[in-house]
């Protein structure tokens, strides 16, 4: 029996979230080749949002709602950067705050997803009791749960006063016991060390070949983290990257964990170093010239071009996102799996199709 | 009205398909599953079977490539269904007014029962809307069976 059979995955299916369609060939229960059909998500952001550089700032976030703080970062940098402008200290070390804030929710989704494709739903739910803390704080801080519109070129809108650094405070220590019991779960609960240890191997050559960044190259002994290269405040803390060697479903698990405390650290660390100051930079005239810029989203590497002509209108807006590296590399862990762990490797990337198509 | 009948307008199952959305509104509809909002409460339970399915729930603008999609998974589920169109883009396409990928809202392309604004839709305007679906269903249900007899 040296048949393959061909099972199609998605793009409505009970693992993924979000559309997306995998070719599974199978030889009995061993998947041997894999392709993936991408585009459900093809919303044409990149034109939309060359359209308007104003309306832009807001625009931009929709390209992806877990990371939206990062993308507004990222192409709020990039115009600054076309400006020339140096934004306030302060701006800067709000804007870490937020973006730590966005980095412990979307990995605790990630976890959560995890958990519940390996069947564990309690621990599913307990991720997501935790993550609708920070959310809740997020929503004090921004007014906002999802798209925080806190970003704006030139700084950000809404400052952080004394009672809400407090208030920061207060979230951040009742979060870290509750992470460092998620922590032990996930780190020895043997329902899950079972179904992920020794799944979906991505060796180091392998992560470098298919260029994978963020948490799935860290998970695989590739020590990159575009925040070591200090935009917004990174310059000002100290970074810690979180890297493991296996480059199994585990380990981009722990990886994800372990980054959740580190962003705890983080935003303690941050609220000292608020000044007074001001935190909106005004900036005059249309933009005109070249700019690029990169922040480290929750999922890797996020980098933003942009070419303005002193007009309303940009010349052109290319967005590179994590996701869309990564994705791929999905066709380098199938072969070789079984059927019933393919959900669990596809999630363990953390997949974001809305990023992937923009 | 047999205990059956009263149960099963009671516990409706829902699927939720992603039409191109920013994941935004999808955040929100997981957290509405999850223990601070908790919909189960009110008897809808999220399963991802169309064939089993009494509420669609859509999240986003309905891109080219997701609405022959979206038709099939409509027509695939039974009779009585509800949609509800769940975030600003599901209901009009708005922040993704004239992209030329998208059609611009769920309503070009299925009938919809139940608009939710928001962008993202929050979770306490997602707990009205599903209220309002629950009773449009229970409705439907009952005049469902009141035909058959």
Known sequence: MSRTTIIPIGPQHPAFLEPLNVSLELKEERVVGATLNLGYNHRGMEHALSLDYKKSQYLVERVCGICSNHHSAAYCQTVEAIYGVEVPERARIIRTITMECQRITSHLLALGHIAEVVGYENLFMQCFRERELVMRLVNEITGNRVHYSTNVIGGVKRDIDAAMERRIEDVMSDLRPRLEELHAIFSRDSTFVKRTKGIGKLTREQAIDWCVVGPVARASGVAQDVREDGFAAYDRVRLRPVVREEGDCYARTMVRMDECLRSVDLIEECLPLLKEGSVVLSVKGHPSGEGISRVEAPRGELMYYVKAIGKLQLDRVKIRTPAFVNVPAVQAMLPGARLADVPVITVSLDPCICCTDR | ?149
């Open chain 2, 1 to 149: 009205m047999g205990l059956l009948d009263r149960i099963g307008v009671r516990s409706p199952w829902i699927l939720h398909f992603d039409t191109g959305s920013c994941n935004g509104c999808d955040l929100e509809v997981w957290a509405l599953l999850t223990p601070r909002y908790d919909v189960e409460r009110f008897g809808g339970v999220n399963r991802a079977n169309p064939k089993q399915a009494d509420i669609l729930l859509i999240t986003g603008p309905v891109t080219k490539k997701c609405e022959d999609r979206l038709r099939n998974l409509y027509e695939q589920v039974p009779e009585p269904k509800l949609v509800m169109a769940c975030g600003n883009c599901a209901s009009t396409g708005a922040p993704f007014h004239n992209c030329y990928n998208v059609c611009q809202g769920v309503d070009k392309v299925i009938p919809v029962d139940v608009y939710v604004p928001g962008c993202a839709a929050r979770p306490e305007a997602l707990i009205d809307g599903l209220i309002k679906a629950l009773s449009m269903w229970e409705e439907k249900a009952r005049a469902a069976r009141e035909v058959k007899g």
